[in-house]
């Protein structure tokens, strides 16, 4: 079965440093998202991407996110200048549409660790 | 604005007893609805969804849920419990009629006695 990877697994980090997480969606989808979970909180939703821009952000994605799909298989996300509040599990999705009844998978995720 | 609730943070259930994990959604429109469970330093592993249709939806591992647009509500339900069921539990959802932005719940942590 198809699936969303991503890597690495567990990223450290000192702070104000840049990191590139990077995720490997599912070959036909089309529609891409980036997902945090903060240490015993709940999931919340960065950003979502269609055709090359993004679809939709949150207010936690400010200035220091980006996201870009660099290639026609990997979709990254790059974090500029690293804070320690950004610590925080981060999971990449796919769907193969962004409307009707398709759901998103999620990829295992990236601990980020930043000390 | 749209939002997931899940009212219990911490159940404890013994092996072999019955499980119901409740959420509530507050959406405009019916929503998508969705399980996820975590383990410990795992992904999200998608138990069940609905979308529209039968209202009780059969998942993986022996999950059901119950929609019902009454109550706002689509608890999660298991039979018997097994003592690898231990593992937080997020209800999610999703607006059926705009950009697929998931919103989950807050989690419930399910711990399984002998």
């Known amino acids: 079965e198809p699936e969303v990877t991503q890597t690495p697994s567990h990223q450290v980090t000192q702070m104000g440093q840049e990191v590139i997480l990077r995720c490997v969606p599912i070959?036909?989808?089309?529609?891409f998202y980036w997902y945090r979970q903060i240490l015993g909180q709940k999931v919340e939703f960065l950003v979502s991407?269609?055709?090359?821009?993004?679809?939709?952000k949150s207010e936690i994605f400010d200035d220091q996110f980006s996201v870009e799909r660099p290639d026609g298989s990997n979709f990254t996300l790059k974090i500029r200048s690293t804070k320690l509040e950004d610590s925080a599990m981060y999971f990449c999705?796919?769907?193969?549409?962004?409307?009707?009844?398709?759901?998103?998978?999620f990829g295992p995720g990236t601990r980020l660790t930043v000390t | 604005a749209q939002s997931v609730t899940q009212p219990d943070i911490h159940i404890t259930v013994s092996e072999g007893a019955s499980l119901e994990l409740r959420c509530n959604y507050s959406?405009?429109?019916?929503?998508?609805l969705f399980w996820y469970v975590q383990s410990p330093g795992q992904g999200l592993q998608l138990l069940l969804k609905?979308?529209?249709?039968?209202?009780l939806v059969q998942g993986i591992k022996g999950f059901e849920a119950e929609f019902k647009r009454s109550q706002s509500s689509f608890n999660l339900r298991k039979p018997s419990v097994h003592w690898s069921d231990a593992a937080e539990y997020f209800c999610?959802?999703?607006?059926?009629?705009?950009?697929?932005?998931?919103?989950f719940g807050t989690g419930t942590k399910l711990q399984v006695i002998p």
């Open positions: 999705a796919s769907s193969e549409a962004p409307k009707g009844s398709e759901e998103q998978y």
């Open positions: 999610a959802g999703m607006n059926s009629g705009g950009y697929q932005k998931v919103t």
């Open positions: 991407f269609y055709n090359n821009e993004i679809s939709e």
């Open positions: 609905y979308f529209s249709g039968d209202t």
């Open positions: 959406y405009g429109a019916t929503p998508y």
């Open positions: 070959s036909n989808h089309l529609y």
